[in-house]
């Protein structure tokens, strides 16, 4: 599935379609099987069948529903060999029954739509890692290759293939059920499933290490993943916070580098560049989820960081941004999230709002190490040395947070701050 194709080419739409329903696929024959790990080959299998027979029969009407009878037809005969119970054997063959006549997943309803919700639900099973939960998240509800998920996040593929297996088993050793949470559970499983989905889009939007400022398809994939979570969750405000907060920052993708791929800070990017359509899109699921605030449901630091987005989003430039309002946000943020990294974004608003002082009073209350060996707070401290007039003392701190970045891009634009200020003390 990773060989070059062209336009039309059978391989491409099984790339496809494995990337549109692969979240459908393995979540319908999870519930079917009991076994993730199974269902995951299951549907392999039929994709390895699909790139056998298309090139010559021709691409199905519906590729998907091709791929789904396939595996299910698998199963049988997978719990046939393995002389599993007869019940097990009567419950898929009563199951590909009662859908012999669908001929599209969405065709399936909400049946389907509560199967990828209980996937994502599993991916992000707290007996998992972060990092495990991230790449299972992206192999099975995202439907990337294990190629794609180590080019995205600059490890080795066999690292992620381990990664995954690894997770796989875990959740076979755990007897982790392929069921919705209870209610309580439910709520902190949905914010790890969040968090997640955060962290894929974030490691896009600003890459921790490489060469590199952005990995767009990451940031993409994140964007995709947490429209389908609001699909699933209509009624969750932070769910919808989450999705406005992304599209409201990925609108700015293509603004944050120069001709020349460099890297553009927020305050001198081009705003005619930024994406209105995802603007429009964030501002709508932002409006949702207020709706959903005011008739009595809680909304926590997605919602708020999709409304600190949105006032970026709806100024017309940088002059007109409404710091005072965005400094009260970060406040709520700061009462309802507290965290070091929303104490230095809240530091940066006050700075803006209310003058440099007054952002490097936050930043002086917060733990020098707080954030460990993050560029974060020393880049923010720079900043409003600089705009304070202390170029000297700028100076070393962006040149401290150079040291820190394990991206090339950051660590040239923190470099050249650092001697910009330089120059500033010796009158050059």
């Known amino acids: ?71 299910k037809r698998r199963a049988v005969d997978h719990f046939r060999r393995a002389n599993t119970l007869r019940r097990k054997v009567a419950e898929l063959q009563h199951a590909e029954g009662e859908e012999a006549a669908v001929t599209d997943l969405d065709s399936l309803g909400e049946h389907i739509e ?33 190629a794609e998920i180590a080019r995205g996040f600059l490890v080795a593929e066999s690292a992620v293939g381990q990664r995954i297996s690894r997770a796989k088993k875990t959740l076979a050793q755990v007897r982790a059920e392929f069921e919705l949470p209870a209610a309580a559970e439910r709520v902190a499983r949905l914010d790890d499933v969040m968090a997640v989905i955060y962290l894929i889009f974030n490691e896009g939007y600003t890459a921790t290490a490489g060469d590199d400022w ?75 989820a207020e709706r959903l605030a005011a008739r009595g449901r809680p909304v926590g630091r997605y919602v708020l960081q999709a409304s600190i987005a949105a006032q970026h989003a709806r100024a017309r430039s940088a002059d007109a941004t409404d710091w005072v309002r965005i400094a009260g946000l970060y406040d709520i943020l700061a009462r309802a999230a ?61 040149t401290d947070a150079a040291a820190r970045t394990r991206n090339a891009g950051e660590r040239a634009i923190l470099a050249g701050r650092a001697a910009d200020n330089l120059r500033q003390v010796h009158g050059r």
């Open 114 to 146: 509560d199967d990828v919700l209980r996937l994502i639900f599993l991916c992000c099973h707290p007996s998992l890692s972060p990092d495990s939960r991230a790449a299972l998240t992206l192999r099975l509800v995202g439907g990337l290759t294990t």
């Open 214 to 288: 952005m990995r767009p398809d990451l940031a993409t994939e994140g964007i995709r993943l947490a429209r389908m979570l609001a699909e699933l969750s209509p009624d969750e405000p932070e769910v919808l916070g989450l999705q406005a907060l992304l599209e409201l920052q990925g609108s700015r993708s293509a603004a944050r580098v120069d001709e020349t791929g460099e890297p553009v800070l927020l305050e001198a990017q081009d705003r005619s560049r930024w994406d209105h359509d995802l603007i429009g899109r964030g501002l709508a699921a932002l409006r949702e």
């Open 338 to 398: 507290p965290g070091p990294v929303v104490e230095v974004n809240r530091a940066v608003a006050h700075g803006r709002a209310f003058g440099p002082e007054a952002g490097l009073a936050v930043v002086d209350a917060l733990d020098p190490d707080a954030l460990g060996g993050s560029p974060l707070l020393p880049s923010v401290r720079g900043d409003l040395l600089e705009r304070a007039g202390r170029h000297g003392a700028a100076s070393a701190a962006f």
């Open 1 to 71: 599935m990773q060989a070059e194709t062209q336009p039309g080419d059978p391989r491409q739409v099984v790339h496809a379609a494995w990337r549109a329903d692969s979240a459908r696929l393995v979540g319908a024959l999870t519930r079917l099987t009991g076994d993730l790990a199974l269902a995951e080959d299951l549907v392999q299998d039929a994709l390895v069948a699909a790139l056998e027979q298309w090139p010559t029969t021709g691409v199905p009407d519906n590729p998907a529903g091709w791929l789904m009878t396939t595996a």
